[in-house]
């Protein structure tokens, strides 16, 4: 059923089918009262507030001041000699359009496509959970705690001593955590914290010695003590508890690592004539081909595969990065004029077409080779979308496409 708050997604992300399982693995966690996460009680509010999360943590970065510069101002004219400092208000330095364009690629992009992921995994951590306390392997009395719910403990490696280790402040932690609350009749009683399972939820495919080494690093992080919500449990008062597998006898705490799929998106495209030329479409988004997968690769280590690929996911990121372009356009152009010849648009249309703009004129200025090749892909991607753009090492033109009645099935793929 496609309801409201799916439209909503669906409007940011660029993606009906990917909106809708969205909006089913968030539906999921919000009906089983074992789940605490943030955000709210609806879809919305906890995608909203997904989304507001990754926003604020790329306008608080350092370089998220860049951006918005560079919507506003842009680089330096492509005949203006190399410029090495800039009064860090309004047209960008050399460097720092090399800096933005670093930015936009491995933050901005991997922040959104992380938190898409993290809500997918949703579902799929819920089922294993449920069979799992079936099977009697987990107690009826677990929780999992996700996403910002969770903050571990920094570590501080001692001056001194090699393994003289020092707890800082809290920071985030793993993305899912299975716990138990038990009560301890003692002279005092009181509840203590079992840690019975450790999520780590990957928006790339990464290798399973790096996913298990960055879940191991969160056990050690949690031995100093964590904070669930509102709570605050020290070392004192948790334990890591056992886990029973089902295929050996032994104890050991249940990890699971979930990816996506590495299925390629559609490179076939067509073109159409418009009241302003012509049009390149691309292969409209679809279901996935294949269906989330569980399974358990040694005792007490699970993988969950997402239906959804690396590709799809980076296309959706791609989506919402625009869509956070227009945002930002609108707080720009509603304060200052649209320039000359933008008359016609709406500050959000002028924020789209100024990214454009910045990326075609960036490569032309005194920066790295990575930087360049950097800034022709995220050209190519606003330009023409992702399938089309992302393969690319030089800058798309509308002429790379040759007119559909050139082409005697009137479709084509690069």
């Known amino acids: 059923m496609i309801t409201l708050d799916t439209q909503k997604i669906a409007s940011i992300i660029g993606n009906g089918p990917l909106a809708l399982d969205i909006h089913r693995s968030v539906s999921s966690a919000l009906i ?16 909203e507030h997904s989304l507001n ?14 951006f918005r510069r560079l919507i506003e101002h842009g680089p330096l004219n492509p005949d203006d000699p190399e410029t090495l400092i800039s009064d860090n208000e309004t047209t960008l330095s050399d460097p720092e359009c090399g800096s933005c364009v670093e930015f936009i690629y491995s933050h901005m992009v991997n922040r959104f ?37 969770i903050q571990e403990h920094r570590k501080i490696v001692g001056p001194t001593k090699r393994n003289n280790v020092r707890w800082g402040s809290f920071t985030k932690g793993a993305d899912g955590l299975l716990v138990e609350r038990v009560s301890i009749q003692q002279s005092k009683p009181h509840d203590v914290l079992k ?12 290798s399973k010695r790096r ?4 879940i191991n690093s969160h056990i050690v992080r949690l031995s100093g003590g964590v904070k669930l919500g509102k709570r605050k449990w020290t070392s004192d ?20 690592m979930v990816v996506p799929s590495s299925w390629k998106l559609s490179r076939e495209w067509h073109s159409v004539k418009t009241d302003n030329g012509r049009e390149i479409v691309v292969t409209e988004p679809s279901e996935p081909p294949i269906q989330t997968q569980i399974e358990e690769l040694e005792p007490n280590l699970w993988k969950i595969t997402l239906a959804w690929s690396q590709e799809a996911l980076n296309q959706a990121a791609y989506e919402m990065t625009f869509w956070y372009m227009s945002q930002v356009g609108r707080y720009v152009y509603t304060r200052n004029k649209l320039p000359r010849g933008w008359k016609y648009m709406t500050p ?20 790295s080779k990575r930087q360049e090749r950097l800034a022709t892909r995220l050209y190519n991607v606003y330009c023409f979308g992702y399938p089309l753009g992302a393969d690319s090492k030089e800058m798309l033109w509308p002429e790379d496409f040759a007119d559909e009645d050139q082409n005697e099935h009137g479709r084509n793929s690069i």
Not at 33 to 47: A, E, I, K, Q, S
Not at 53 to 66: F, Q, S, T
Not at 237 to 256: G, P, T
């Open 113 to 149: 496509k992380g938190e898409m992921a993290e809500l997918l995994a949703l579902d799929p951590c819920i089922k294993l959970i449920q069979q799992l306390r079936r099977n009697g392997n987990l107690p009826s009395g677990i929780r999992l705690f996700w996403g910002e719910t």
């Open 32 to 47: 089983y009262p074992f789940v605490c996460l943030v955000g709210g009680n609806t879809v919305w509010d906890v995608f």
């Open 237 to 256: 008062n948790m334990f890591f508890a056992s886990f029973k597998s089902a295929k050996k006898n032994e104890s050991d705490l249940i990890r699971v």
């Open 195 to 206: 840690i019975l399972g450790v999520i780590e939820v990957k928006s790339m495919t990464c």
């Open 53 to 66: 999360a990754a926003i604020r943590d790329i306008e608080e970065h350092p370089r998220g001041k860049l």
């Open 348 to 367: 959000e249309q002028a924020g789209y077409n100024a990214i454009k703009m910045m990326l075609y004129y960036i490569p032309l200025r005194f920066i």
């Open 211 to 214: 996913i298990f080494d960055q």
